[in-house]
């Protein structure tokens, strides 16, 4: 089992979350964050710093989500996705996309 | 236990990891049951007369499974009946998250105590077990869990130690820390032959071409460890760390960054993203620099300190009843659907249940009562307060007050 960052954190990634993380298990890319799955101890303290509610325990994702599982297992370990531990300013049209549902087509990977 | 932000392993703590080269700075900690050494943890001498004398398990009423905060309190729980325990943990030293995660980050939700560190939780729980006389068995896994006819549990170590006990209290919060590996595709068949995540003994590498990858204390220790004039010391010392920026030790960056300078070792920024071989042998890491360049570089041996990431293990084996990898219990007693089983702290799970210490040490005082009918079937088990009854002080190893 592990967390999960949903779709609404694309085009935003607000960062919150890492900072909480006592294992270090996020991954950067360049408009998303993922949880790399292998490092995650589920113990859920990020869930609530996200101010777009995009984490969600593995067992808890929406139905329309659940693509996200095997997307946040792919891009953990993508070239060029790396580690994030500090906490940075979201992106700058991230207020114009945080309640921007169905976009996934924007995720650059 | 995520009661606090960043890991950020403080020094000491991996100065006494078994893994460590100044493993003989021995931490206050370890000087309430003085020990051989980091490595080896020693027994209790009656313990050892025991089992030689048997040849066979350890024979003992109650076994815990994790010598973090929850662990070490269930000693003293356990203790209080007269229930005497062994201790089983992975990590080389007690305290589990509190020590692996965040040792130096105040808690401020202990009932009683207004701010204490991971590190100071510990070792106050250290001191307050004392009485109790609980072994510890370090540096190894619960590898077996098996009942026997007999009604008792059958458990083994990943380092052969062997238990016949009335009682198991799993304490195992979110798993037994393991080294995090290198990802890479195929690299895995090099592992203890080329590959390695910890030094057992540095001898082994005296001598050698090595690349280093990491950049926390483990990593800059065994790099200036291997590249200093010594019995170890190595024929070439490449570190290879992501960016030029450390969680070690800064006087630890500062003398890599020295040595350096001299030309006794060098350092890469980059990471390793692909290997090569030559008749079965690793023979060089392709490192990725931050200019995007992968380069080639020759090694006899790699060593890969990435810090250590909890995982659940063969716990999910034990055929207990597990709901998102954590053990169903019942808030009576605490125990597990195996009757004589009980799990506590953040391992267990129930309606309502908390990840807290503080629900942990709660569970620990439930559990032992509720293991006590296993051990003592025929005993009558009366609540008693450490304030007032003679019994306790005689188990704590106080004096009776006596009042006017």
Redesign the interface.
């Known amino acids: 089992m592990t967390h999960i960052v949903t779709e609404s954190c694309i085009r935003c990634k607000y960062t919150d979350c890492v900072d909480v993380c006592p294992v270090d298990c996020f991954r950067e890319g360049p408009n998303m964050l993922v949880i790399d799955p292998d490092e995650c101890i589920d113990c859920a303290v990020c869930i609530p710093e996200c101010p777009v509610n995009a984490i969600y325990a593995e067992e808890d994702v929406p139905a329309d989500q659940v693509n996200f599982i095997k997307i946040n297992v792919e891009l953990s370990n993508a070239p060029g996705w790396k580690s994030i531990t500090k906490r940075k300013e979201a992106l700058p049209d991230a207020e114009e996309w945080k309640d921007v549902t169905s976009k996934l087509d924007q995720l650059i990977r | 236990?995520?009661k606090?932000?960043?890991?950020s392993p403080a020094n000491w703590t991996s100065l006494f990891a078994e893994t460590h080269p100044a493993a003989d700075y021995a931490p206050a900690l370890f000087k309430l049951k003085p020990e051989k050494s980091p490595m080896e943890p020693q027994l209790n001498q009656e313990v050892i007369n025991t089992a030689a004398a048997h040849d066979g398990p350890i024979e003992t009423d109650a076994v815990i499974v994790g010598a973090g905060p929850v662990g070490l309190f269930q000693v003293f729980e356990l203790g209080l009946l007269e229930i005497k325990a062994h201790v089983i943990d992975s990590l080389a030293y007690p305290g589990g998250?509190c020590i692996e995660?965040?040792p130096d980050k105040p808690i401020y939700d202990i009932p009683a105590v207004p701010m204490c560190t991971g590190k100071e939780l510990t070792d106050s729980l250290l001191k307050q077990i004392e009485p109790f006389g609980a072994t510890f068995h370090f540096g190894q896994e619960v590898s077996t869990v098996e009942r026997q006819d007999d009604g008792r549990f059958f458990v083994q170590t990943s380092k052969g130690t062997q238990f016949l006990t009335k009682t198991i209290f799993i304490a195992a919060g979110?798993?037994a820390f393991q080294p995090?590996l290198l990802?890479v595709d195929g690299l895995e068949k090099f592992d203890n032959t080329q590959l390695f995540y910890r030094v057992k003994s540095p001898a082994d590498f005296a001598g050698k071409n090595l690349v280093i990858v990491g950049g926390g204390d483990s990593a800059l220790d065994w790099a200036l460890n291997f590249a200093k004039e010594g019995p170890n010391k190595a024929e070439s010392v490449i570190l290879i760390h992501?960016r030029d920026g450390f969680k070690a030790a800064p006087a630890s960056v500062a003398k890599m960054k020295e040595l350096c300078d001299n030309y006794e070792m060098q350092f890469i920024v980059g990471q390793v993203?692909g290997y090569e071989e030559k008749d079965g042998k690793l023979t060089g890491a392709k490192v990725t620099g931050a200019d995007g360049v992968t380069r080639v570089v020759p090694l006899d041996v790699m060593l890969v300190f990435f810090g250590l990431?909890?995982k659940l293990g063969p716990i999910a084996e034990w055929g207990l009843d597990i709901e998102?990898?954590q053990l169903k219990v019942d808030t009576e007693k605490f125990s597990t659907n195996v009757p004589g089983i009980f799990a506590v702290g953040d391992i267990n799970t129930y309606p309502g249940k908390k990840?807290l210490i503080l629900s942990g040490f709660h569970e620990c005082a439930l559990a032992a009562f509720g293991a006590a009918p296993f051990i003592f079937p025929d005993k009558k088990i009366h609540l008693q307060y450490t304030t007032t009854s003679p019994k306790l002080h005689k188990v704590l190893g106080v004096e009776t007050p006596v009042f006017d």
């Open positions: 236990m995520p606090s932000g960043k890991t998250q995660l965040y979110v798993g995090r990802k992501r993203t990431s909890p998102r990898k990840k």
